[in-house]
């Protein structure tokens, strides 16, 4: 049953530090997205990877945040510092796209909720 | 700016009658819409889609409904099942630009 596998599940930090929020895409896709949900923006789009490579980020603070995917099988989301306004769930998906004009599904996991103090 | 709009942010139904979600866009570039469950602390689970050369798709009990023309699409359960209880979340992505645009979320209420 292939999932895509989110860590830590759970997060709580202070004001300042460093938090590294970690993503396992389903083995073969080729697209890694990450979301962010809060109460008052709901489900907005954060960053987006293909093939490994950066497609659009700018849904993203670039000031503190940074997105990577290291290799095929991992994707990361970096806050440095974080605030207490980062505090949300953080949610990883990933897709096949197979190109031309089809839009891949995306696949979700199950989310890093992170609380900052 | 809301793209994708869930009007209504709670439905209840009884066990075995229909369950209705709607949704509206405003984007025209849109062409695939997906709709999404999601229980409480998961992540949302992928529950059908639609292209927008279509107007109807179709998988067991769940069937979307695309009206172009008036930038709408429903989802239709039928029967509705306890185990449908959950948020379900409209989402639409544009050519060129795969990130999925979602609304803000019904939760459906299906009573035994």
């Known amino acids: 049953d292939a999932r895509v596998t989110q860590t830590p599940r759970h997060k709580v930090t202070e004001m300042g530090q460093e938090v590294t929020m970690r993503c396992q895409p389903i083995?073969?896709?080729?697209?890694v997205f990450w979301y962010r949900q809060t109460m008052m923006q709901g489900l907005e789009l954060l960053a987006y990877f293909r093939n490994r490579a950066p497609l659009d980020d700018s849904g993203m603070p670039k000031d503190r945040f940074s997105a990577e995917m290291p290799d095929a099988t991992l994707a990361t989301l970096k806050i440095q510092p974080s605030e207490p306004r980062d505090s949300a769930v953080y949610f990883c998906?990933?897709?096949?796209?197979?190109?031309?004009?089809?839009?891949?599904?995306?696949?979700f996991g199950p989310g890093t909720r992170l609380l900052v103090l | 700016d809301q793209q994708v709009k869930q009007n209504s942010p709670s439905l209840s139904v009884q066990e075995g009658r229909i369950s209705i979600l709607n949704c509206d866009y405003t984007?025209?570039?849109?062409?695939?819409f997906l709709w999404y469950k999601k229980y409480p602390a998961e992540g949302p689970t992928f529950l059908i889609s639609?292209?927008?050369?279509?107007d109807k798709n179709e998988d067991g009990r769940f069937t979307v409904f695309l009206n172009k023309s008036a930038k709408h699409l429903s989802l239709h359960i039928v029967p509705s099942q306890p185990g449908d209880s959950a948020v379900y979340f409209c989402a639409a992505s544009a050519a060129g630009r795969r990130a999925l645009t979602f609304g803000s979320g019904t939760r459906l209420q299906v009573q035994p």
């Open positions: 083995l073969g896709h080729n697209t």
């Open positions: 984007n025209s570039m849109f062409d695939y």
């Open positions: 998906a990933s897709g096949l796209f197979l190109g031309g004009g089809a839009s891949e599904t995306q696949y």
């Open positions: 639609i292209s927008s050369i279509k």
